[in-house]
């Protein structure tokens, strides 16, 4: 499974990106896809995640409201839209993907997910 993801940049605060993963492999190897990112410094977070079956969403506390999570099943893309980005939202991201259809207390840590990418930096700064 290869997850390559784009769309990283620089942008002021209050601006939005749009990250995209598009993955290729096992088609079963990506029940699970998502976010986690990392800030100098600071541990590994998880930003969303979404069912790849059903589609049910999930959100980190500190992106809810702002971020939303998608999928193009067809191109087998996932996408994470980004508003009102705030120098705090400064990290590499990462697209990550598991085999298992996560329950919610599991969907948070990074230890379950098979597969990452290889990270795109956001900058939010004036």
């Known amino acids: 499974v290869q997850l390559q993801a784009s769309g ?3 942008v002021q605060p209050g601006g939005s990106l749009r990250l995209s993963c598009a993955a290729s ?3 079963l190897s990506r ?3 998502g976010w986690f990112r990392q800030a100098p410094g600071k541990e590994r977070e ?3 995640a979404i069912r790849w079956s059903g589609g049910s ?3 980190g506390d500190s992106v809810k409201g702002r ?3 998608s999928r ?3 191109e087998s893309t996932v996408y994470l839209q980004m508003n009102s980005l705030q120098p705090e939202d400064t990290a590499v991201y990462y697209c990550v993907t598991s085999e298992l259809s996560l329950i919610l207390s599991e969907i948070r840590k ?3 997910y098979n597969y990452w990418g290889q990270g795109t930096q956001v900058i939010v700064s004036s």
């Open 67 to 69: 971020f939303t999570i």
């Open 8 to 10: 990283g940049g620089l």
């Open 31 to 33: 029940e699970t896809m």
């Open 25 to 27: 492999g096992r088609s």
């Open 110 to 112: 990074p230890a379950r």
């Open 46 to 48: 998880f930003v969303a």
């Open 72 to 74: 193009n099943s067809a």
């Open 57 to 59: 969403k999930f959100y």
